[in-house]
DNA sequence: TGTAAAGTGTCAAATAGATGACTTAAAGTC
DNA sequence: GACTTTAAGTCATCTATTTGACACTTTACA
């Protein structure tokens, strides 16, 4: 009926407003061209849009071709002839025969060099191209998608990239917004990869408190859903309670926010207490870290408004442990 | 129970926090990226993180990506087939074949090219590759720890490293801190050097003067962990008294000295530590009082002159237990 | 150089401390 | 009101720390 998101990409109404465009494209053969900063997910959106195509039963071919060096990228894009170069030593069909009857997603389009940018127009204009070191012209039945986080246009005024090709690839534009801009999907996607990361360690899901729901709102997320992903990851491996508090958030997100320490009201640095001051006290090693122990736990009490469970959390102690220690020293 | 850094690599609150961090991930198969200075350890680090993970019985493969031939690494990480190029006299499993059911570790990952990061990209999602030259694809369970010493993050920015890589690589980062901000460690590591040294050369142990720590402290390490094991080695060799003084220190550490800061005089009237000052160095209770009790008998033996007998008298313990603890806290 | 005094290291028994399992109580939630 | 969540208290078990006793070495000095 409606356009399947395979898998979440999001909820919000940038995204909802996208997948009614989705939903239209996809049972064509049309062209289409995203774009989108880095990990926000354009390779999730365009497997969506071939399953949800008529194609879905063929196959699904994938080339990053900002990622693969120019020089073999025309050999992995149209395959080769055995002795067309120097490590040629077989033959080998290209992601366009491999993705015969199916979808190929030409991500990072606008790292494609001139020459090559040709051949791809031709199999876009004749669906037919030759391999590299061969003379058979091959016909292919491919629907082509093309992402890229340049902007064409742009290069295109530069003449780093034909104009015929861009119209070519442009007809159904789709542009993925950066997932600062989409508010609502930060905490359902945060929720979502934090749930499989826990399931996947097998430990019980973690929740957010209310600061950490702001602070992940108001981060500015330079590497997308990709970044996002990371860092829950990251969470459900070092954060030791139920919920996920401020200070188990990567220093990253705490910086961007001003928020380096909470609580700057000492000015000094601080120093270790010294022998000299020991003395001074007349105190014996014992009774002096006792004497601090004292109070750094009744602080903590304070600081948990009694609340041992909170107080053990803040020393980092078990709360029997606490509980045991307050009955010893009648504090 | 907690994490056995498995040789020496220090004792620091930096490296305590680090361990607790290392003691969480290595259970996991998590990737891990360590960052830091060249010389700083990192490979001993990575090497206690398998010896602590469940991969303990596995396979350890540490690869320089840096200092191997680019042509030679691909095959060197993924093996060849027979014939795969010019030299491929025979097929030959890479380092990730050899690294099953182990761990993999890929120093200086900051010099692959990109067409070996997709692979690398490959074999951390979908755990398979191929050999050059082969057509079969492999499969391995294999733990990916990378390290570098450049920042990777910038990198990306410039296009050297693909983010995604990036992304993949830094779940849980670890920074290693250089030597020269780990005071405590310098002369821990010194003492253990010029032992090993001593017992390997069959000499009876040195032991430093006090200008000699003090020189030592002052020094930048500019070469890290390296450089002060290469200094112990040349002074195991050179020292002709049980006592290293100051002219058997190399010139390099006298010339830097310029630079001394004169030790700030404490003037003002002792305050206990605060829960702030606490959790403001991230330490747990626990933590937090050992690193004073630990400066405390430091203080305690300095002012004894290494006379235990007198240190425990200082502190108000009995000598035993003193000793104890220091073996202990191996000071 | 012989001897007392001071210092060291080891070990096993005693003591203290940490923690998981279990139970109960109170506070929210539907 | 039934159910869930969160906190608290107790206790047996396990671990870590302390310490006295013993044997040995070094130092001081008569």
């Keep these: 009926m409606s356009f399947d998101p395979c898998g979440i990409l999001g909820k919000s109404p940038a995204l909802t407003q996208l997948f009614k465009i989705l939903e239209k494209v ?178 019980p899901p973690l929740s957010f408190s209310p600061e950490v729901k702001e602070l992940l709102l108001n981060y500015s997320w330079p590497g997308n859903v990709r970044e996002l992903e990371n860092f829950m990851e990251r969470i459900s491996i070092l954060c030791e309670n139920e919920r996920v508090e401020i200070e188990d958030l990567p220093e990253k997100i705490l910086k961007e926010q001003g928020l380096n320490q909470p609580k700057p009201q000492k000015t000094e640095a601080f120093t270790f207490p010294s022998l000299q001051d020991m003395l001074q006290l007349k105190m014996d090693l014992k009774t002096f870290l006792e004497t601090i122990e004292n109070k750094l736990i009744t602080e903590a009490l304070e600081e948990s408004k009694g609340v041992k469970n909170k107080a053990a959390n803040i020393l980092g102690i078990k709360r029997t442990t606490l509980i045991e220690k307050i009955k010893k020293k009648e504090l």
């Design 26 to 203: 996809a049972p064509t053969d049309t062209t289409v061209l995203v774009t989108g900063e880095s990990g926000t997910g354009k390779e999730l959106l365009v497997r969506a849009l071939h399953k949800n195509s008529p194609r879905h039963k063929g196959p699904f071919v994938p080339v990053n071709c900002g990622a693969i060096p120019k020089e073999l990228l025309e050999s992995e894009l149209f395959g080769h002839e055995k002795g067309a170069f120097t490590h040629a030593i077989r033959s080998r069909p290209g992601c366009f025969e491999l993705a015969n009857g199916g979808t190929i997603f030409l991500d990072e389009i606008g790292e494609l060099d001139l020459s090559l940018q040709v051949k791809i127009l031709r199999v876009i204009q004749e669906k037919e191209f030759e391999r590299v070191g061969g003379t058979q012209t091959k016909k292919v039945d491919v629907r082509i998608v093309a992402a890229t986080n340049r902007n064409l246009e742009e290069e295109v005024k530069k003449g780093n990239f034909r104009e015929d090709l861009f119209y070519r690839l442009n007809v159904i534009p789709i542009e993925l917004p950066p997932l600062r801009e989409r508010g609502e999907d930060i905490l359902l996607l945060a929720n979502f990869f934090l749930e499989k990361f826990c399931t996947l360690k097998n430990r």
